[in-house]
Nanobody, 116 residues
Framework: QVQLVESGGGLVQAGGSLRLSCAAS????????MGWYRQGPGKRRDLVAD???????KYADSVKGRFTISRDNAKNTVYLQMNSLKPEDTDVYYC??????????WGQGTQVTVSS
């Protein structure tokens, strides 16, 4: 089992920045990819960014150039630096961890609200 604890969400004005953190505990050695997804009311949960155990990132087109994902394997933590935030970035953001057997674990979610 893997437990994920997120932090860093909140309210920010458009153009501002936030940094999300997600700390993993439990069966850490099983982890392959870690990433962030977001979901609005009545919408599906979509990938924002993820990163492999070797540090290769992938981003949704809507956040390329504005968001940066990073991973500290020593701390078992993944970060999402969000710059130039837009009102349409408002969502609940969920941390995800994928094991080498493709089992997926989720954090509890953290609200990000961007005011115009």
């Amino acid at each position: 089992q893997v437990q994920l604890v997120e932090s860093g969400g909140g309210l920010v004005q458009a153009g501002g920045s936030l940094r999300l953190s997600c700390a993993a505990s439990g069966s850490i050695s099983l982890l392959r990819n870690m990433g962030w997804y977001r979901q609005g009311p009545g919408k599906r949960r979509d990938l924002v960014a993820d990163i492999t155990s070797g540090g290769t990132p992938k981003y949704a087109d809507s956040v390329k150039g504005r968001f940066t994902i990073s991973r500290d394997n020593a701390k078992n933590t993944v970060y999402l630096q969000m710059n130039s935030l837009k009102p349409e970035d408002t969502d609940v953001y969920y941390c995800n961890a994928m094991t080498w057997r493709s089992t997926s674990f989720w954090g509890q979610g953290t609200q990000v609200t961007v005011s115009s």
